[in-house]
């Protein structure tokens, strides 16, 4: 972790995070790829969509869009809180064929990869041995951010805007693609904000600004746990490639100093996990044919958000913090250099 920029760290905790919990993943295979593939898909559920909110915060700290050539360069840190409610999940083994808890009853709260199970919960996975029929096996449920001590989930990126013409501004943000001992990382995303208000004839006059923004985001991240994984095989990997679209109007002061900035918005998302490679489950010298590219999770978020910031300027540099309410609601702060 400690080879990874700044920028991309914040993701890389809950990408690693995630990797840590396949390990569980991974031996839940011995209760069939259907057992494994449920609980996989409660466990991320919560992050990947907490994620999804997160990632399309930040795109805008005023609606007065630059002029022509104008431009600014930002380095954006967000914090999504996380609730309690999406720390855990119900998980009724009466819905897996080959699950139960060690202890307590058949449907309990378990941590997803927010949260944390404390104390520890145990499993019992059952399989079918071809000479001493069904086996058993205990299985520690894995923990998520939560035993890593954060409370919230974090990401950062670099982002540029330029100003276009006809009240029109185009805007980026990036993490450079990451290679970090088994994992690689990366994110970009693109977007239009045009201001109504330019082209009212009283523009200079009014001392509110009003536009739109229609914005896109990519992230795509690679964890290779070949080496770790408790089940032989080869080129096991988790792949995750989510995708997003922010539609915002905007509203903020037209102030010389202080201004204040104001937004309701959609946010559409999808992101997609797919757990890959060839898994061959043994017994001692017995083993089952190999299991090639198991099974695939997904998780789609779509909701109405608003967020209420404010925005300090001092010469070239701009300083600026909001809140967004949501499902997930986040927090976001923005270090801004420009001309205009």
């Known amino acids: 972790m ?15 995070t995630t990797a840590k919990a396949q390990d569980s993943f991974d031996a839940l295979l011995a209760a069939g790829v259907d057992d494994a593939q449920r609980f996989t898909n409660d466990f991320l559920a919560p992050g990947t ?7 399309n915060n930040g795109w805008y700290n005023t609606a007065k869009v630059k002029p022509l050539l104008g431009f600014e360069i930002s380095v954006m840190a967000n914090a999504g809180v996380i609730k309690d409610d999406q720390k855990e999940f119900w998980m009724d083994t009466n819905d897996y064929e080959n699950v139960s808890f060690v202890q307590g009853p058949a449907a309990q709260n378990v941590g997803t990869v927010l949260g944390e199970n404390d104390p520890t919960v145990l499993v019992e996975v059952t399989y079918d041995d071809p000479i001493f029929g069904n086996e ?4 520690e449920l894995p923990n998520g951010l939560a035993a890593e001590g954060l409370s919230f989930l974090p ?6 805007s330029i100003g276009l013409s006809f009240g029109t501004e185009f805007k980026a943000r990036f993490i450079p693609k990451i290679n970090a001992e088994d994992t690689k990382i990366g994110m970009y995303g693109f977007g239009l904000q045009h201001e109504f208000t330019h082209w009212l004839p009283a523009d200079k006059l009014l001392p509110v600004a009003i536009s739109g923004l229609i914005s896109y985001t990519h992230l795509d991240g690679e964890y290779d ?22 539609f915002q109007a905007i509203a903020s002061t037209k102030l010389p100093i202080i201004n204040f900035y104001g937004g309701i918005g959609y946010l559409s998302g999808k992101s997609e996990s797919d757990i890959l490679g060839t898994y061959i489950v043994t017994d001692g010298i017995l083993q089952s044919e190999a299991i090639v590219d198991p ?6 978020v779509s909701g109405v958000r608003g967020t209420f910031g404010t925005r300090l300027k001092l010469g070239f540099f701009r300083f600026n913090a909001d809140y967004t309410f949501a499902e997930y609601d986040s927090f976001s702060v923005g270090l801004n250099f420009g001309f205009r």
């Open 225 to 246: 746990f070949t080496d770790t994984s408790g089940i032989d095989g080869e080129n096991q990997r988790l792949e995750n490639s989510t995708n997003t679209w922010l």
């Open 49 to 55: 969509d907490a994620l999804m909110y997160g990632i």
């Open 136 to 139: 058993s096996v205990e299985l």
């Open 155 to 160: 990401t950062a990126f670099l982002q540029g």
């Open 2 to 16: 400690k080879k990874l920029s700044m920028l991309a760290m914040a993701v890389a905790t809950f990408c690693a």
């Open 295 to 300: 099974y695939s999770v997904s998780s789609s």
